[in-house]
Every structure is written in structure tokens, then in C-alpha cells.
């Protein structure tokens, strides 16, 4: 019973591990809505939050520029692209993420993520709606001093609207 809880208690601290991408919001609009934009997802910024609202994003392309925590040494830029496919084959995504730490003159980190999205939808009628899509990662992480690893991951998602006022997303 002893290893059993403390197995537990191990596997319950690493749940709260965060990995060293995916710790910033790319979109400001995001960020002011504290978490529930993946409800919402209807931009071309869907690609890096829920795949599945990139059916709602048509053709548009949104490009961004931030200083985090108004540090000059760290910048963030973003580019995020959807299109919209002809028929009902969806809508396709493509994404990129910089994140870079200089200092003087030197850059010390960089994170760099590259996203291929899809999302289609699955059902609609007159008040629902349904879509699910995919989003998948190439993380590029380099260190100076350390060199640098690629990775790659892969995100779900789906979306639900249900009565045209209630949105669920995951």
C-alpha cells in the first residue's frame, strides 16, 4: 500500500510539469479572454490553441509581434495562415511561433514551433454544429552553449455549438 501511494504521489507531481514550449499565448485576443478562446477558436490563431476552430476562421492571415513581460531581450513573433479549401474538404492551417533571447548581441535561446493544421466539420444543421481538427507540431528548440533538438507532437481538437449560443471546445 506504502509504493502504491507514494507511485501516486510522484505521478500526481509530474502532471504539474510544463514543457518548455507552449508557456506563452500567442494571441492577444486570447490572453484578455483568460482561457476561453478554445471555446471560441475563429481565427487563424486557432492553429495554435484548438484546431477545431479553424473551420470558422475562412481565409485570413494574422501576423504578431510582442515584447513578453516588456523585456527587450525576449520577443515573440507569430504568423498563423488559414485558407479555406475548396468543397467540404475543410479548412488547412499553416503556423509559425518564434520565441528569442539576446543578450548582447548573443541569442542564448530559441524556440521555434511550426504548425500544419486541419479542420473540417462533421455536423451541421440549423441550430448545431460540429468540427474536429489536428494540428501537427515541429518544435525546435536551441541553447547556446547546449545545441538544439528537434521534436515533434501532435494536438486534438474538437468543437461543439450547440442552440447557435453555446459553444464547447476541447
Do not use: W
Amino acid at each position: 500500500m506504502r509504493k502504491i501511494i507514494i507511485a501516486l504521489c510522484l505521478v500526481f507531481l509530474a502532471v504539474n510539469l510544463a514543457a518548455i514550449f507552449d508557456d506563452y499565448e500567442p494571441s492577444p485576443r486570447a490572453r484578455a479572454m483568460g482561457g476561453a478562446y478554445y471555446s471560441i477558436s475563429d481565427d487563424a490563431n486557432a492553429i495554435f490553441y484548438n484546431p477545431a476552430g479553424l473551420h470558422s476562421a475562412g481565409n485570413s492571415i494574422i501576423i504578431g509581434y510582442s515584447k513578453l513581460f516588456d523585456n527587450d531581450f525576449q520577443v515573440l513573433n507569430t504568423v498563423a495562415f488559414s485558407m479555406q479549401l475548396p468543397r467540404k474538404f475543410g479548412t488547412l492551417g499553416i503556423g509559425m511561433q518564434s520565441l528569442d533571447v539576446d543578450f548582447q548581441d548573443v541569442n542564448l535561446m530559441s524556440e521555434k514551433i511550426y504548425a500544419l493544421s486541419h479542420s473540417f466539420n462533421i455536423l451541421a444543421d440549423i441550430h448545431s454544429n460540429f468540427d474536429i481538427g489536428y494540428t501537427i507540431n515541429m518544435y525546435h528548440l536551441s541553447i547556446e552553449g547546449f545545441g538544439e533538438q528537434p521534436a515533434f507532437g501532435i494536438n486534438l481538437g474538437a468543437l461543439a455549438t450547440v442552440h447557435q449560443r453555446t459553444q464547447i471546445g476541447f
